[in-house]
């Protein structure tokens, strides 16, 4: 189950905080290689009075923005799952969430190979 929700009320103001490289993985040799997947961006929500972490595609020109730049999500998607440790019956819920891209200024963010959209 995939939870869509209205941005501005969920988030409010956001803004840009930095961002961690997500690396592929090859199943074949149970290793992650050099290619970048997606990017982890740390994003600052005036709603939600915090830190949350947003993932998107590789092809968003992240190292473009600047630190408490403010951005716009482009299209979230919240994905519930469940996490537990190994002995015990205890589950915690984990809410990832992804972006197709961000905005800033009204313009889209993406790289420069790809051009605007």
């Known amino acids: ?10 988030f409010g103001d956001t803004y840009f905080l930095g961002f961690a490289e997500k690396k592929k993985f090859d199943q074949i040799t149970n290793k992650k290689t050099e290619e970048t997947e997606s990017y982890v ?13 947003v993932t998107v595609p590789a092809t ?11 951005v716009a999500l482009q299209v979230v998607t919240i994905d519930p799952y469940a996490k ?8 915690q819920v984990i809410l990832r969430c992804a972006a197709k891209g961000l905005l800033t200024e009204g313009k889209p963010i993406v790289s420069k190979t790809e051009g605007p959209k």
């Open 1 to 10: 189950m995939k939870i869509i929700p209205d941005i501005k009320a969920t």
């Open 41 to 53: 961006c740390r994003i600052s929500s005036s709603e939600l009075q915090g830190q949350i972490e």
């Open 60 to 70: 968003v020109a992240v190292h473009d923005i600047g630190f408490n730049q403010k």
């Open 84 to 91: 537990s440790s190994e002995g015990t019956s205890f589950a």
